[in-house]
């Protein structure tokens, strides 16, 4: 168990709808980081926030969103879902901009 | 660019050695990791090594970097039937954040 959570651990949903995904990094952690893991492309960095504040942008869709919360806790906000966003969804954290990060379970989302 | 490379499967016996090996790009990475993902579950930080190091020992885990030909592998010792798992090859580079990069991942299935 890394410590990291994510709620919920499934969700399916259909095209056209918006879902949030919450993850708490590790007690102490700072940097929450969002990837998204499908089939074809695989892992990809979506976004990172230290603190509160964004601190980096991968490839993240415009219809995507996120935030990082007083308590550090953050959300990922997923609006006008298609079939192509069905994947896996991981949340890591580390304690500032550590090299390590830790990842939390994941989030299957299913689109249909 | 940024692009890390592995093969996509490996066969091992119990008992044997098993090597996964994955190449990398980015003359600036900064660390360089090794994360294991089982059926259903999250990604687990297994080991890293920083780009100035040749080799790291860790238990049964034993990382070598070839800086000159951008090369890593994770040899693992007296591989175990739990040792079955997808493995993945990742970096971080200097002015990328602490955003990972990720390979496609190499499937290790190990048989009695």
């Known amino acids: 168990d890394s410590g990291v959570t994510q709620t919920p651990k499934h969700l399916i949903t259909a095209t056209g709808q918006r879902v949030t995904l919450r993850c708490s990094p590790r007690?102490?952690?700072?940097?929450v980081y969002w990837y998204q893991q499908s089939l074809d492309q695989g892992l990809q960095f979506l976004i990172q926030?230290?603190?509160?504040?964004?601190?980096a942008k991968g490839n993240i869709l415009e219809r995507f969103s996120a935030q990082q919360f007083p308590d550090l806790h953050s959300e990922l906000n997923l609006s006008s879902l298609e079939l192509g966003d069905s994947a896996l969804y991981f949340c890591?954290?580390?304690?500032?901009?550590?090299?390590?990060?830790?990842f939390g379970p994941g989030t299957r989302l299913t689109v249909t | 660019g940024e692009d890390v490379e592995q093969s996509l499967f490996l066969s091992v016996r119990e008992g044997d050695s098993s090597v996964i090996n994955c190449t990398y790009t980015?003359?600036?990475?900064?660390?360089l990791y090794w994360y294991k993902q089982e059926p259903g579950a999250g990604l687990q930080l297994l080991t890293y090594?920083?780009?100035?190091?040749d080799m790291k020992q860790d238990q049964r885990l034993t990382v070598l970097l070839n800086k000159k030909d951008k090369h890593l592998s994770l040899r693992i010792a007296d591989t175990q039937t739990g040792d079955s798992a997808i493995y993945f090859c990742?970096?971080?580079?200097?002015?990328?954040?602490?955003?990972?990069?990720f390979g496609a991942g190499t499937r290790l299935a190990v048989h009695p």
């Open positions: 890591a954290s580390s304690v500032d901009d550590s090299y390590e990060q830790y």
């Open positions: 007690s102490g952690d700072l940097s």
């Open positions: 926030y230290y603190n509160g504040e964004e601190r």
């Open positions: 980015d003359s600036s990475s900064t660390y």
């Open positions: 090594i920083f780009s100035n190091m």
């Open positions: 990742a970096e971080t580079f200097s002015g990328g954040y602490n955003k990972l990069i």
